[in-house]
């Protein structure tokens, strides 16, 4: 059993319902371009993201109890007003944020394990 526990939601409203669901808990969430049918994202850093943050172990270094989301923002993102760039100050995909926080890795700061693994580990 993990010590973490792993939510993936799609756009703004599950993002916001899980999180409330979820009160208290430490939360990260990757945001990411969404996949197609052959599991491809539109955008091609994310993919490069999702290769660092989940298929190089980084989230072992989750904390004990955190809760870890996959949002994919949906097609919403385009739209310059969506609530992921006016409530959350999303500026671009992949991002990774620790919820509630200053603390966001953006775009290609995401590829990099060591600062992932920092923001997974430092209070």
């Not at 939601?9 to 969404?34: L, N, P, W």
């Not at 904390?63 to 097609?75: A, D, H, I, N, T």
């Amino acid at each position: 059993m993990s010590h973490y526990e792993e939510v993936k939601v799609h756009g703004y409203d599950e993002f916001s319902k899980a999180v409330s669901e979820r009160k208290g808990k430490d939360i990260f969430a990757y945001f990411s371009g969404d996949k197609d049918a052959q599991g491809l994202s539109w955008c091609p850093d994310c993919v490069k993201g999702n290769i660092i943050i989940l298929l190089r172990g980084e989230m072992f270094h989750l904390p004990e109890g955190s809760v870890f989301f996959y949002c994919q923002v949906g097609e919403s993102w385009k739209d310059p007003n969506n609530e992921f760039k006016k409530t959350l100050k999303l500026s671009g995909v992949p991002t990774l944020i620790r919820y509630g926080t200053p603390q966001k890795l953006v775009e290609e700061e995401c590829f990099k394990a060591d600062l992932v693994r920092m923001m997974f580990t430092e209070d």
